[in-house]
């Protein structure tokens, strides 16, 4: 049985890039997380410890958006490992993180970076 928990366009303001400014003025971010999990048992015991705390995810998403990092790839790969080893029983997690306002030239939504990870 696999389940499903997923993070839509978590808003989060944060510091990251390569050129300085980036790093003082700083700009929004969309997040969009998936895990997969089998959470079957939590449907029958109605018990928080039977499944994924989403409420201890989104403190990860945003403890690591707080950090400073060049690049928006090293935020994603922190988020799947801080996440990977909070809950060992995540068999997939899939992380897209998209820069709203990127520094670059032509009118865009953003540009983003997508990871997935399949784990035994």
């Given amino acids: 049985m696999t389940s ?35 959470l079957w048992k939590a449907t029958q015991t109605d018990d928080l410890q039977d499944t994924v705390n989403y409420a201890e995810i989104n403190s990860i998403i945003h403890n690591e958006m707080k950090i400073p990092s060049k690049l928006i790839e090293h935020v994603a790969g ?16 899939y992380v897209k993180i ?10 865009m939504k953003g540009v983003s970076a997508v990871f997935e990870q399949h784990f035994n």
């Fill in 4 to 38: 499903r928990i997923i993070f839509e366009d978590l808003k989060i303001y944060a510091y990251h890039g390569v050129l300085p400014e980036e790093t003082i003025i700083g700009t929004y971010y969309l997040v969009n997380l998936e895990i997969h999990a089998d």
């Fill in 78 to 93: 922190r988020i799947i490992k801080t996440v990977k080893e909070k809950f060992a029983q995540i068999s997939y997690i």
């Fill in 98 to 107: 998209t820069k709203t306002n990127p520094p670059m030239e032509g009118e």
